[in-house]
């Protein structure tokens, strides 16, 4: 038995609370990225590449000119494949596919670029990635609202059972990372008129569990 300053004490025994904090938010995309494909077929395979190389060239050039700077238009993979028919396997012609990537910073001007690309070869792989220009700023808002809903749920839990908490959490585990926990938006993989585009929300959710020390009341 323990004494203290005469009186008999009898310590309280700490436990602790563990709580998982979610924050959630939508953003508006202020970034778009434009995915775009040219194919072109004949019976040469240098043929077909010197068909798409042309429509590449052109479209390129119409994106420039309507102010998209060089540094934000991409090419990426070019394939090749030969087009079969029948049950003989009979070669009809060589198909050659570019791809590109447009990023667009004036989501406002996705229409106008979109309709650009279709009307200068774009023609295949066309589709629209809604994007954000700064996601780790959302995501750190995402964070913070994650943490007071830990210590929501930490403050009902402990009034649920009659407990005391510290609400300073002796610690914390990030449970969600910036790079996994932004779930950005796209389009149809082909959108058949300029009417369906429009601009995207991009998801954010951050997660993290706070472990607070606790007494009895």
Known sequence: MQFRNGKMYIPTDKGSLSVNGVGYLEIESDL???????????KSAEEAKDKNLQTLESLITSLTDYGIPKEYINTKDISVTRNY?????????FIVTNLITVMIHDVSKLKDIYS?????????????????????????KALKKASKDALNKAALLASSFNIKFNPAPFKIIEKSSSLYSIAYSSSKSFVASTQDLSSGLVKITAEIEAIFTTVSC
């Open 32 to 42: 778009i990225r434009l995915n775009l494909g040219i194919t072109s077929d004949s």
């Open 85 to 93: 028919i029948g049950c003989a396997n009979q070669q009809l012609s």
């Open 116 to 140: 650009l690309a279709i009307e200068n070869g774009a023609n295949d792989n066309i589709n629209v990635d809604f994007l954000l220009s700064n996601p780790t700023y959302y995501y750190s």
